[in-house]
């Protein structure tokens, strides 16, 4: 079993940067691919970013050019850099481990979820 531990998170003002971070100790890390995802309270939660174990990227049109999903894999971790944040940026970010992951698209393993970080943008 894969087991997610969330970090990061705050209030932002509309412009500002911020890192959020979630780590998955294993064996297997290196070999997974790993996403985030967000959601607001009475909407459906949605992709943010996905990386391959191989590095390669994919992003939710709202946060292309804005957000970098990178990992660590020495430290068993994958980040979020959100940078120049909008207000319908708030939500509860949530890291996502060993999906199905595509060229273009990410299936989420429903049985490996961070706990969530909360992220609040507003002036």
């Known amino acids: 079993q894969v087991r997610l531990v969330q970090s990061g998170g705050g209030f932002m003002k509309p412009g500002e940067s911020l890192q959020i971070s979630c780590a998955a100790p294993g064996d297997g890390f290196s070999s997974k691919a790993m996403a985030w995802y967000r959601q607001v309270p009475g909407k459906e939660r949605e992709f943010v970013a996905a990386?391959?174990?191989?590095?390669?990227?994919h992003y939710a049109d709202s946060v292309k050019g804005r957000f970098t999903i990178s990992r660590v894999n020495a430290k068993m971790t994958v980040y979020l850099q959100m940078n120049s944040l909008k207000p319908e940026d708030t939500a509860v970010y949530y890291c996502?481990?060993?999906?199905?992951?595509?060229?273009?698209?990410?299936?989420?393993?429903?049985?490996?979820w961070g706990q969530g970080t909360q992220v609040t943008v507003s002036s």
């Open positions: 996502n481990a060993d999906g199905t992951y595509g060229s273009t698209t990410y299936y989420p393993n429903q049985y490996y």
């Open positions: 990386i391959a174990s191989a590095g390669s990227t």
